[in-house]
């Protein structure tokens, strides 16, 4: 490991979270808050040891290799979540390391569980920086540096295989830095349009630019107390619905159907596959609902929808208090916590790529059994999966569930009930946000000790960076020569 290369990229990081500490900044000015000294702290304790660490190690730039690249993404986001947190403990927001850092990495790796329990006393700026911390987590903040700092040069394609969700990288453009930024004009353009759309159904320019943030980045983290609720609006409901579905995509996808590409979308396994889970749940629901809870076809079809896709995409948003609901219905949507949306968007969870190609090779050996001699390969659109894919799926999903039951069951010890044991780990691996119980959507994650707000913390981390670029650092191999 070259630890001083290390070094220097973990520099750069930290000044790009310093400077983009100047957005609130800029906030807390225009609404006259006493926070203009928090931010403008942190930005100068993040820029002083960003920069001192970049002119100890300037001359050090080489091309990324592979344990690098792992490297700089894990250690940077535990890094940047602990200088992220600074804002909360600085502004009196929240008192202690624990809360601020969970808030921090809940923030950076869109998850949106959070420990703040009255939200709408939070200062325009915090709030702000909330919204913001999602924003730039839910691409990657690495990936954005690699967009508009070419000093990573061609080897940051180890940075992008390390950050992008999903078992497989497709790569739009031959060089990092320019698919990098095909991204990021997606994803931008995406945020200005659902801007614009919840500022025409009557939401503030304040509440509507947070809400864009959180929604593509599927953080799901809310000015208000009650989420999306608290508007009363069918509208805005709709709206954020539409860009929680579009936020689930593979934006490579998005890329191509803006290039007029339409029949790369329509004929993509995925794709098809996430659109016939998310229909076949919002029914399923729809049905549930009408019958146990007494609701029209409209008011299910609008509740329903917009839950599925709150949790499938794994944003967190929450229209009503689905806890009132019937036990089938809460079931039915913890099962769907573990699934997640596609591979290449900001959705977190097991991802329905994986789930698909679990799937196929489920059929696959059901197949064999019938016809042992045949000879029947797994494929996604059109083309043979590798059987390191496979593995590499097998192995991810074996490691979910595992942290899963371990981080479950250190939560139930900290005295947490089963059910919110459970899906508070769920709702963090997932990068969901509200989960049941005394996490519930209208319920936060203050009252946990602080040893289990480091175990979740952990889990949004692991969750956020697919298991195995987190995990790798402790193999002992990795840091053998």
């Known amino acids: 490991m070259r630890y001083k290369f290390l070094l220097h990229n973990l520099s750069i990081l930290m000044i790009f979270l310093g400077i983009s500490m100047l957005f609130p900044l800029v906030v807390a000015a225009i609404y006259e808050e006493d926070d203009i000294l928090t931010f403008a702290g942190s930005f100068f304790i993040c820029v002083a040891i960003g920069a001192g660490g970049y002119l100890l190690t300037k001359g050090s730039k080489k091309e990324i290799g ?84 070419p000093l990573l040069g061609v080897g940051g394609m180890q940075l992008y295989k390390a950050e992008v969700p999903g078992p497989v990288t497709d790569k739009l453009k031959p060089r990092i830095g320019e698919t990098a930024k095909l991204l990021w004009k997606v994803y931008i353009l995406f945020t200005l349009l659902e801007f614009i759309f919840l500022k025409i159904g009557g939401m503030g320019v304040f509440d509507a630019l947070c809400h864009s943030f959180t929604t593509m980045a599927t953080g799901g983290f809310s000015t208000k107390n009650i989420s999306v609720e608290a508007y009363g609006s069918a509208y805005i409901e709709g709206v954020i619905t539409v860009f929680m579905l579009m936020a689930g995509i593979n934006f490579a996808l998005h890329y191509q159907l803006l290039k007029g590409k339409i029949k790369t979308m329509i004929k993509d396994n995925e794709f098809i596959f996430y659109i016939i889970i998310i229909a076949v749940s919002i029914i399923v629901l729809l049905i549930n609902l009408m019958i146990t809870g007494g609701y029209s076809f ?170 195995y670029t987190l995990l790798i650092l402790l193999v002992p191999e990795y840091w053998n020569k």
Not at 69 to 88: D, K, Q, R
Request: with cysteine.
């Open 66 to 149: 592979p344990r690098d690249g792992f490297a700089i993404v894990a250690i940077g986001w535990i890094v940047l979540a602990f200088f992220g947190s600074l804002p909360y403990l600085f502004s009196g927001s929240l008192h202690s390391l624990a809360d601020a850092y969970f808030e921090s990495v809940s923030g950076f790796t869109t998850t949106g569980s959070t420990v703040v329990t009255n939200v709408e006393q939070l200062s325009y700026s915090i709030l702000f920086w909330r919204s913001l911390t999602q924003w730039l987590g839910g691409m990657g903040i690495i990936l954005l540096s690699i967009a508009i700092l």
């Open 298 to 467: 409209v008011g299910a079809f609008r509740y329903s929808s917009f839950q599925i896709l709150s949790i499938l995409t794994t944003t967190g948003y929450s229209s009503v208090d689905f806890e009132q609901w019937s036990h089938f219905s809460q079931y039915f949507l913890l099962l769907i916590m573990f699934m997640g949306g596609c591979a290449g968007s900001t959705a977190g969870g097991i991802k329905c790529l994986r789930i698909f190609l679990l799937f196929k090779q489920g059929y696959r050996e059901l197949y064999r059994l019938i016809h042992p001699r045949a000879v029947v390969h797994v494929k996604f659109n059109n083309t043979k999966v590798s059987s390191e894919v496979m593995d590499s799926i097998w192995g991810f999903f074996f490691l979910f569930m595992v942290i899963f039951v371990l981080a479950s069951l250190i939560m139930s010890m900290l005295g947490m009930d089963i059910l919110s044991s459970i899906s508070s780990v769920i709702a963090c691996l997932s990068n969901i946000g509200p989960g049941f119980g005394t996490v519930g959507p209208y319920d936060n994650f203050a009252h946990i000790p602080s040893l289990g707000k480091w175990v979740l913390s952990l889990c949004m981390l692991l969750g956020r960076l697919e298991i």
